[in-house]
């Protein structure tokens, strides 16, 4: 299982998340506790290939993020009603996306200043489950208009800001 991080560099990955690993390599299925992790949400688009080597520059390709294959389950969402969904999925509820992942640098970390706000206009954009973004992009990403100080794995921070999951 994957989890969302804002790394070391200061902006978005998805990372092994090693409590889940753990949980699962250890088969307690008398737990009644579900898992720490919801996985990793986020939307998914189309793009012509002309785009993709286009978007591949952008994403820093080859020393930033490296391409990757990923088998995803489609959720329906207000950003994908089940109407649609279905006909996205043709009755599979699974594909393979591209994602850019950095395994390079997998700690968790603060984000750049200049990426709050982008992150922010994608967070209302994406309309991704609202206790998904409270519990895993927020610890990272605070909301517009808030001031936040605290700790991500050591690391201190303070922001004035003013702006599919993984199978």
Do not use: C
């Not at 790394?7 to 889940?20: C, D, K, L, S, W």
Request: negative net charge; aromatic residues 8%; hydrophobic residues 35%.
């Amino acid at each position: 299982m994957l989890q969302w991080i804002i790394n070391e560099r200061g902006y978005a990955n998805i990372v092994p998340n090693e409590a889940a690993r753990e949980a699962e390599a250890s088969d307690d299925s008398s737990s009644d506790k579900p898992s720490q992790s919801p996985g990793v949400y986020g939307l998914v688009y189309r793009l012509h290939p002309d785009d993709e080597r286009m978007l591949d520059v952008y994403e820093g390709v080859g020393f930033a993020y490296d391409r990757q294959r990923l088998k995803v389950v489609w959720t329906a969402s207000d950003a994908l009603p089940e109407t649609e969904l279905k006909i996205l999925i043709h009755g599979t509820g699974e594909s393979e996306v591209l994602v850019y992942v950095d395994s390079a640098r997998i700690t968790p970390s603060t984000p750049k200043e200049e990426y709050i706000g982008r992150m922010n206009v994608g967070i209302e954009e994406s309309r991704l489950p609202t206790s998904y973004v409270n519990d895993v992009i927020r610890p990272y990403i605070p909301a517009p208009g808030k001031y936040a100080v605290g700790t991500r794995k050591g690391v201190h921070h303070s922001h004035k800001v003013s702006a599919a999951r993984e199978k």
